[in-house]
């Protein structure tokens, strides 16, 4: 009897260590899943605020170049070699003069939903959706014609893990300041 006891005593600790380990590693994953919970949102908001970021960057860089060419001589061109498109859809408007960067499926506004903001030549505007939000970056040429491939087209290029390459060119004919844009590779 007595060595039943303490073979029982033997026994009992012996699962209770492994109901404590359980237990500890439950609550361990359990404290994991509330912190990632909390977490994850905030890295996916940051993600979002970086890619419109880079997006103005780049869209910076493509005034830029357009700026250039309009300031030289006819025939003048600029190449954009590396314009990455990781999300979003850029527009290439030749009836409207404008080029347009739509990045959609943002958690959070990038700025004040319906406010246009102008960062230099670039016209920010967050917009509201029913569950996700989105952001266009526009640049607008009163006194420049831009063209695509040399027509008054609208020219959409979706993301892509391959990088844009344009070739932006003064194609000035009298007294209209035409700019063409070409791709050239990419996407």
């Known amino acids: 009897m007595i060595?039943?006891?303490?073979?029982?005593?033997r026994i009992n600790k012996k699962g209770q260590i492994w109901v404590e380990t359980v237990l500890y590693t439950l609550i361990g994953?359990?404290?994991?899943?509330?912190?990632?919970?909390?977490?994850?949102?905030?890295?996916?908001?940051?993600?979002?605020?970086?890619?419109?970021?880079?997006?103005?960057?780049?869209?910076k860089i493509f005034d830029e170049k357009i700026k250039e060419v309009s300031e030289n001589a006819v025939g003048n061109t600029r190449v954009i070699s590396q314009f990455e498109l990781g999300r979003?859809?850029?527009?290439?408007?030749?009836?409207k003069d404008m080029i347009?960067?739509?990045?959609?499926?943002?958690?959070?506004?990038?700025?004040?939903?319906?406010s246009e903001i102008n960062l230099?030549?670039?016209?920010?505007?967050?917009?509201?959706?029913?569950?996700?939000?989105?952001?266009?970056l526009t640049l607008e040429y009163a006194n420049i014609n831009i063209q695509y491939d040399k027509e008054e087209v609208l020219r959409k290029f979706t993301s892509s893990k391959i990088p844009y390459s344009f070739i932006v060119k003064n194609a000035n004919s009298g007294s209209v300041l035409i700019v063409d844009i070409v791709e050239t590779s990419g996407g």
Not at 31 to 58: F, M, W
Not at 88 to 95: A, C, N, Q
Not at 120 to 136: H, M
Request: avoid cysteine; glycine fraction near 6%.
């Open 100 to 114: 347009v960067l739509v990045i959609k499926d943002l958690r959070k506004p990038f700025s004040q939903p319906g």
């Open 120 to 136: 230099g030549s670039i016209k920010i505007e967050s917009q509201e959706e029913q569950k996700l939000n989105s952001v266009n």
């Open 3 to 9: 060595v039943r006891l303490v073979n029982m005593k």
């Open 29 to 59: 994953l359990t404290l994991i899943g509330i912190v990632l919970a909390i977490v994850t949102p905030k890295i996916n908001e940051s993600r979002d605020r970086i890619v419109v970021e880079q997006s103005i960057e780049s869209l």
């Open 88 to 95: 979003g859809e850029l527009y290439i408007d030749g009836d």
